[in-house]
């Protein structure tokens, strides 16, 4: 039975780039990502356990590294629900298989891509789709959350000043990025 | 030269920036800075356009976007073309064209025009009355005629190839309107601290201080006080100044929608550059300042082409260093329109007279006429006007004679008095309150976070209108959590020579109700007086309703001129006051907003997200021909050399029996139910069992709503005791999780399990057909595949070309078969080690077509295809899949109700047609004895209908009434051409016992 084909993978928006005055447009890295729901009185154990606290205040995240692409991000997304990224690639469900919280692990890690946006004018091109208030003293650096950028649902966190990370469903991507690069024209 | 009537040495345009355009055709010089209608007058080109009902010829009436009369279409290339432009709005540049409208065959010569002579026909409620019966003929006849008759310009006839942009923002506070108003509250709130919009619809800021030469602040003219005022504005990081940018629409919550106009003025545009950009801010305080509206007067013939609004008259004169006549005469009940008549005068052009209606004129106005030399003719009215493609004189009487002087004139300068404009106030849902002293409507009850300053809150005091927008927009700050406000301080001293006092509402004197003349009320939808008097006399009584019958104010112009007028005539008409008549309500846009605009980003590839597999480019290169489903592209069915759609999908469908076939599944919806509770919130969901299911088997499940009616079906796989994998319809996918999602978190929130959507996680191949297990034998690792080990209906966790998958022993054709779930980026790969195996055995690609073929000689029904919201699983055929035992489940009840468990309901069955070549058309109507009379009783129709190749006969499915009673028997589809003869078979057609699944 020993086979010796070896699947290959293939990214979504494999080779891609856009951009326009004042912002960068590329595809992320892939990552895992699980989906992760936790009981308020387990959330502090679990954070532990994963290597980053989970936040509790709305539209905010953690990390554990210095940057998104490295290290253990949790992405605060609704009351119980978590993003939970590892830029390495590490099993994160691996790290909360001994836990005895009753939880919900879901590996999304092929469900989710990314594109990321770098640039002084990042923050319009998102403007461009996303209905939410995305000015500084709202939507600060770490903050994060699901919404929608035209017609598709993504989650935008902000990783850095002018650095914006958005999530979708694979097959919206080819969507998501032909938006971003339309609306990063003309600004 | 820029035209014979460019003054020099007035207006602020470069003599030396010339620009070249076309008008109907015609070349024309024009300066940098003109707007269209600006360049026309200075060319003396008065005549732009054909009115809407009566073709009458009709000029530029106003200098701004309240502009009725000249509508043109601008055309930059073939694809580039937009009708209604208000030339008043529009700025040419090099090589800029547009064309008149609403005329044939040329502007100075409209057949059209026969219209004026049989005005009498054309009166209100015209069409109403005259195109009522035959009512049949309203479709037919009438109604193509009119529109082919009506409307203004044409449309363009090629996709827009500009782009169109959208903006989402939050604003502190926005400014509507760049006026001395909007800018003094810009300023004063951006001083503070707080993020400031500021925008005007035109394309310098400054509002009246750009022609009002007469003002000076602090020792600067107007002018130079706005620019500078501007600039202080630009400078600033929390002001956001957008010009050539109209606030169209208030809405809820404080929501400003603005249109900003980006390449619309320019003769080469930057290729990237979106055309227009749709704003929508959410602004914490809106102060608007939107400014006046210049009046008209109502008096016969109003509207020949030479007449505009005096201000209008200034401003192209110092503006634009036009002189719109050489030969003008006024006539006002308000002081402002002297202004103009002085300007003009002491520019050198003849003023033969002016006219003021009022007796009791400002002395000093009179004086300074006096001193001009200009002849003013208080108490008097202009009872008719001469000419016919441009005014050539005008009749002057004592108001109340009609004993009148002739005077010649090329144009003609009126003045109403102002109207507040109370458009963007209005439609935040605030009612207008009447001021009977000033005689006007006054933003005072605003209902949301605004306020109006200056001449739009009835503030006529340059000083009022400065110191009362500062005011405004200190409290703003103050309300927005400014702790210690910063001073602004008021200018010093502000002077301006002429007020705006006086005004006349309604019809003036000679337009009276027994004068039958044409009167202009509202000129975009040619309403004159009459009309208005005519919808009084045949009952209407509230101003709605005249509207409406009289449809003035409807115009795209929304009677920014007319409204006041059309109400104090209908006032008068019933006697009663203008407030208990009523002012309608402004509706947004406030001027016509581009649909380019508002659909912005959401055009072409944007229009709707299109969604393709994982395995997609795979399908393409098997030559697959797609179909749409909801946003997901599907592999229909896939052609070899010579086939047509039918040959490819027999051929498929034969192949999938005899060897095996390859088909993309992974637009199912899939839901991992996760939770030590999952089994029992399933049991809830589904009208069968889950708690009995065990872990590493799967069970066909169906979910009905409250009502007992089938709303999605699927497969559910048990990974583990708190685990489960759930697919759902591809059209499904949203609405069952949002369904499980609502029961959730409504009434069962004490369960604990939680819900996440996998759909995109894996991608799925189904491999079915009698090789299907040797096909992928070869790849997987760590399952057993025997089906002692592994029967129909389980799942295992194993890895596939060294990727992990989720392994379901399923089928959906009737063969042996199993659907891979891998990770979604692996699936392609994984796929192309399956089909090289695949093709070893002789198998094929198959699309969803032959999916529907093979599903159908099985009898499994498509949700939504053989269910239309009022089938229940009994009606489906499906009761076994009901759990008798369950006590509770989503439907229960209904299922219960008296009507889903009678007799005799529609129940599914197969059909087969008497001649099997034949086969039936879906959705066809079927009964039980064709020679009855229409009506005829309909038993049911046909939810699907196939060739089969397998079977060698078509094949049916329907539902019909009784139909599990009427096995064998006889009914009948008749069609147009021919009735068809069916048997009532059972919904199997193959393998009627199921072994093939087992194999």
Request: include cysteine; hydrophobic fraction near 40%; proline fraction near 4%.
């Amino acid at each position: 039975m020993a086979n010796s084909i070896q699947a290959l993978r293939n990214l979504p928006l494999d080779g891609r780039l856009a951009g326009g005055a004042g912002v960068s447009i590329t595809p992320a890295e892939p990552m895992s990502r699980v989906s992760l729901r936790v009981k308020d009185k387990d959330v502090k154990a679990i954070g532990k356990a994963l290597g980053v606290a989970l936040p509790s205040k709305p539209k905010t995240s953690n990390m554990s590294g210095d940057r998104a692409s490295a290290g253990r991000c949790a992405l605060w997304i609704g009351p119980d629900e978590w993003l939970v990224l590892d830029g390495e690639g590490a099993d994160i469900a691996g790290a909360l298989a001994k836990t005895k919280a009753v939880i919900s692990v879901v590996n999304i890690s092929h469900r989710n891509t990314a594109i990321l946006l770098e640039g002084q004018n990042a923050v319009d091109v998102l403007r461009a789709g996303c209905p939410q208030n995305l000015n500084d003293d709202v939507f600060p650096v770490g903050a994060c959350s699901r919404t929608i950028l035209g017609k598709a649902e993504v989650v935008i966190w902000r990783t850095d000043e002018q650095s914006y990370h958005v999530e979708c469903w694979r097959s919206f991507s080819d969507y998501v990025f032909k938006f971003i690069s339309q609306a990063a024209k003309g600004l | 030269m820029s035209g014979l009537y460019r003054i020099a040495g007035k207006g602020r345009l470069t003599p030396a920036k010339t620009v070249a355009f076309s008008f109907d055709g015609k070349s024309y010089t024009g300066l940098e800075g003109d707007t269209l209608a600006s360049a026309l007058l200075a060319n003396g080109v008065v005549l732009t356009a054909r009115s809407f009902k009566y073709h009458r010829p009709r000029g530029t009436m106003t200098e701004g976007s309240e502009e009725p009369n000249s509508m043109v279409g601008v055309r930059r290339d073939t694809a580039r073309q937009q009708p209604n432009v208000r030339a008043t709005m529009q700025e040419i540049y090099d090589g800029f064209q547009a064309v008149s409208q609403n005329r044939w065959p040329s502007l100075s010569f409209d057949i059209g025009s026969i219209n004026s002579l049989l005005s009498p026909l054309f009166v209100a409620g015209f069409y109403y009355k005259t195109f009522m019966w035959p009512r049949v003929a309203w479709e037919k006849i009438y109604e193509p005629k009119i529109r082919a008759a009506a409307g203004l310009g044409l449309s363009p006839t090629e996709q827009d190839p500009d782009h169109y942009a959208n903006k989402f923002a939050y604003a502190d506070v926005v400014v509507v309107g760049g006026g001395p108003a909007g800018l003094s509250a810009a300023l004063a709130a951006a001083k503070q601290g707080v993020s400031v919009v500021v925008c005007d619809e035109n394309a310098e800021f400054g509002g009246a201080l750009l022609y009002e030469n007469d003002v000076e602040i602090d020792g600067k003219s107007g002018y130079d006080w706005a620019k500078d005022i501007e600039a202080q504005l630009a400078a600033m990081d929390n002001v956001t100044i957008l010009p050539r940018t109209t606030a169209f629409g208030y809405y809820a919550h404080n929501m400003i929608g603005l249109c900003e106009r980006i390449t619309d003025h320019l003769a080469v545009p930057d290729a990237d550059s979106p055309r227009e950009r749709l704003w929508q801010i959410r602004a914490k305080k809106v102060i608007i300042a939107q400014g006046a509206i210049e009046r008209h007067l109502v008096f016969a013939n109003n509207d020949r082409p030479g007449i505009m609004m005096a201000s209008a008259a200034r401003s192209y004169l110092n503006k634009y260093g036009v002189a719109v006549g050489s030969k003008i005469g006024v006539y006002t009940a308000c002081d402002s329109a002297y202004a103009a008549a002085f300007d003009l005068k002491e520019a050198g052009v003849d003023i033969p007279v002016i006219v003021d209606s009022r007796t009791d004129v400002d002395p000093a106005l009179l004086e300074r006429a006096r001193e001009l030399g200009l002849t003013v003719q208080t108490g008097h009215s202009v009872i008719d006007t001469t000419g016919k493609l441009r005014i050539s004189g005008i009749k002057v009487a004592k108001n109340g004679q009609m004993a009148n002087t002739k005077y010649d004139v090329d144009a003609l300068l009126i003045s109403g008095g102002w109207t507040p404009s109370l458009h963007l106030y209005s439609q935040s849902r605030a009612k207008p309150v009447w001021d009977g002293d000033v005689k006007r409507f006054l933003p005072e009850n605003p209902v949301q976070d605004q306020v109006s300053v200056g001449a739009c809150a009835g503030t006529d005091d340059l000083s009022d209108v400065i110191s009362d927008a500062q005011s405004a927009a200190l409290a703003a700050a103050k309300s927005l959590g400014v702790k210690k406000p910063k001073k602004i301080s008021s200018p010093k001293k502000v002077t301006s020579h002429y007020g705006h006092a006086g005004d006349h509402i309604g019809s003036s004197h000679g337009a009276g109700a027994d004068d039958a003349v044409k009167a202009f009320v509202d000129y975009q939808h040619d309403v004159v007086a009459n009309d208005i008097r005519l919808a009084v006399r045949e009952g209407m009584r509230s101003i709605e309703h005249v509207k409406r019958f009289t449809t003035t104010g409807m115009a795209t112009d929304q009677g920014k001129t007319s409204n006041l007028h059309g109400l104090a005539i209908a006032a008068d008409g019933l006697g009663k006051e203008i407030p208990q008549v009523g002012l309608t309500t402004f509706r947004s846009p406030f001027t016509p907003v581009s649909f380019g605009t508002i659909v912005n980003h959401g055009a072409g590839d944007l229009f709707d997200p299109v969604r393709r597999t994982p395995m997609h480019d795979w399908a393409v290169a098997q030559g697959a021909v797609f179909e749409d489903v909801g946003q997901w592209k599907r592999g229909w069915y896939f052609p070899q050399a010579g086939e047509d759609m039918r040959a490819s999908v027999n051929r498929e469908c034969k192949t999938v029996r005899e060897s095996a076939g390859v088909f993309d599944a992974s637009t199912l919806g899939k839901i991992e139910v996760v939770g030590p509770d999952a089994a029992k919130f399933l049991d809830i969901i589904y009208t069968n069992a889950w708690s009995t299911l065990k872990v590493g088997r799967c069970r066909y499940g169906i979910m009905t709503h409250e009502d007992g009616f089938i709303f999605d079906d699927g497969v559910v796989g048990r990974l583990a005791e708190d685990r489960f994998h759930v697919t759902t319809t591809t059209g499904g996918a949203a609405g069952v999780l949002n369904h499980m999602e609502d029961y959730l978190q409504t009434e069962f929130p004490e369960l604990d399990v939680w819900l996440t959507s996998v759909s995109e996680q894996w991608g799925v191949i189904a491999v079915q057909g009698p090789k299907a297990r040797d096909i992928i034998a070869p790849l997987v690792e760590g399952i057993d595949l025997s089906t002692e080990s592994m029967p129909h209906m389980s799942v295992r966790e194993g890895t596939i070309c060294g990727v992990p998958t989720r392994l379901f022993r399923m089928s959906f054709t009737g063969e042996m078969g199993y659907e891979i779930n891998v990770p979604a980026d692996y699936a392609q790969s994984v796929l192309e080690a399956v089909w090289t195996n695949a093709q070893k055995y002789g198998a094929c690609a198959y699309g969803t077509e032959a999916m529907h073929v093979l599903r159908a000689e099985k009898g499994y029904i498509i949700v939504g295809q053989e269910t239309d919201g009022s089938i229940t699983p009994h009606d489906a055929g499906l009761s076994w899949a009901v759990s008798k035992k369950k006590t509770d489940f989503v439907g229960i009840r209904g299922l219960m109700r008296d009507d889903l468990i009678a007799e005799g309901r529609k129940q599914l069955v197969g059909l087969k047609t008497k001649d099997p070549k034949i086969v039936l058309e879906e959705g066809a109507q079927i009964v039980a004895d064709p020679n009855q009379p229409i009506p005829m009783k309909m038993l049911g129709h046909v939810t699907s209908s196939y060739w089969s190749e397998n079977c060698g006969h078509s094949i049916a499915l329907a539902i019909v009434e009784g139909g599990r009673s009427k096995m064998g028997d006889a009914l009948y589809v008749p069609m147009l051409d021919r009735t068809i003869e069916v048997e009532v078979v059972d919904t199997v057609f193959v393998d009627q016992d199921g072994g093939r699944l087992n194999g």
